[in-house]
């Protein structure tokens, strides 16, 4: 087990810009009967210090085996990867020292309580009785009250706080949390969300994984979109909520066309059909009125006209099937 605890930088300049950083990581899992799944392909990230990161995609992404190979649970085929300027290969112990991953999965030792299971963790990071901060890591996530129950008797929500306590002990610069409100009621989302903005505030990166657009876009200030082993995007959140601005307004004319006219090629415009024009633009570049204008100039009629905004969702879509080349 671990018995390093993470390397103090010696001062401030040590402390690197990328928590995480990663280079065509890839990852083929091998079944028994000799079928093989390739979960990451070639995975290329950065994850600045200091902010809150959304690995944001849909199940079976890829998204627990990239955090899996960071925690040093799963094997990568190859590829490089550092946790806070630390080569997992070269320095696997200084590496993984560095982080606090909170899994998927709800698996506790039933019987131990939390109290218990805070010390054995601290104890396999080789942090001395002296600077544990068991009961304060408890308060912070709101079990101290439990502290002595048998951890089976905790409730779903109280097993995942638990959790992320216990990859606290070692006071990691990174935490890790892989989908953590997977299944939880709102109210605890709620909390646990406010805990992750603490926790950062006081100066912990935080990376955590889901499928939930608006989970990302409410807590993140950066996040990677990946899909099928592979990232497809990989942004600040505003600039990523930015492709939302982008509209689409169609226009039923009156009489069939047979070519774009002329005056409207300036314009980003598709014909799917002799009656019916699609403009695809930005709020911020181009208004509706020019459209229109354009259209009127061109001399044609307007028998209907529809707009639509996408959303997240959207974009999310069209980016996805875009990465698996079904456009
Ligand atoms: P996500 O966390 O984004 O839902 P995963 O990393 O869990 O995605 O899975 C990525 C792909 O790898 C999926 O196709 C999944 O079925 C497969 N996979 C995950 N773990 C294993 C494993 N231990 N053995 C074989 N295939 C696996
Ligand atoms: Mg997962």
């Given at each position: 087990m671990n018995k390093t605890a993470p390397r103090k930088p010696q001062h401030i300049n040590d402390l690197p810009d990328q928590a995480i950083s990663a280079r065509g990581l890839d990852k083929v899992y091998r079944g028994d009967g000799g079928g093989q799944v390739h979960a990451l392909r070639g995975i290329d990230l950065d994850i600045p210090r200091g902010g809150i990161f959304g690995l944001l995609g849909p199940n079976g992404a890829g998204k627990s085996?990239?955090?899996?190979?960071?925690a040093g649970l799963v094997v990568k085929s190859s590829g490089t990867a550092s946790i806070w300027g630390l080569d997992i290969d070269r320095e696997p112990r200084h590496a993984r020292a560095a982080i606090g991953?909170?899994?998927?999965?709800?698996?506790?030792?039933?019987?131990?309580?939390?109290?218990?299971?805070?010390?054995?963790?601290?104890?396999?990071?080789?942090?001395?009785?002296?600077?544990?901060?068991?009961?304060?890591?408890?308060?912070?996530?709101?079990?101290?009250d439990k502290a002595q129950a048998y951890?089976?008797?905790?409730?779903?929500?109280?097993?995942?706080?638990?959790?992320?306590?216990?990859a606290l002990v070692h006071n990691p610069p990174v935490l890790i949390l892989d989908e953590?409100?997977?299944?939880?009621?709102?109210?605890?989302?709620r909390s646990?969300?406010?805990?992750?903005?603490?926790?950062?505030?006081?100066?912990?990166?935080?990376?955590?994984?889901?499928?939930?657009?608006?989970?990302?876009?409410?807590?993140?200030?950066?996040?990677?979109i990946i899909n099928r082993g592979q990232v497809i995007a990989?942004?600040?959140?505003?600039?990523?909520?930015?492709?939302l601005d982008k509209?689409?307004?169609?226009?039923?004319?009156?009489?069939?066309?047979?070519?774009?006219?002329?005056g409207l090629?300036?314009?980003?415009?598709?014909?799917?059909?002799?009656?019916?024009?699609?403009?695809?633009?930005?709020?911020?570049?181009?208004?509706?009125?020019?459209?229109?204008?354009?259209?009127?100039?061109?001399?044609?009629?307007?028998?209907?006209?529809?707009t639509e905004e996408p959303d997240l969702e959207d974009v999310f879509l069209e980016l996805t099937r875009e990465a698996s080349g079904d456009v």
């Open positions: 085996t990239f955090i899996n190979i960071l991953v909170v899994p998927q999965e709800l698996n506790l030792d039933a019987f131990f309580s939390p109290y218990e299971m805070l010390e054995v963790q601290a104890g396999f990071y080789g942090v001395p009785p002296s600077e544990r901060r068991t009961m304060e890591i408890l308060d912070r996530v709101g079990l101290a951890s089976r008797s905790l409730s779903g929500g109280m097993r995942r706080r638990l959790l992320v306590a216990k953590p409100t997977a299944g939880v009621d709102i109210e605890l989302r646990l969300w406010e805990f992750v903005k603490e926790l950062n505030t006081n100066g912990t990166t935080v990376v955590l994984t889901t499928h939930y657009l608006e989970e990302a876009e409410e807590l993140c200030d950066r996040i990677a990989c942004d600040d959140t505003r600039a990523l909520v930015a492709r509209k689409e307004l169609r226009i039923t004319v009156t009489e069939p066309l047979t070519a774009l006219p002329g090629s300036r314009f980003t415009v598709e014909l799917p059909d002799d009656q019916n024009l699609v403009f695809r633009y930005r709020t911020g570049e181009t208004e509706i009125r020019d459209i229109l204008a354009a259209i009127s100039d061109a001399g044609l009629r307007i028998a209907d006209l529809s």
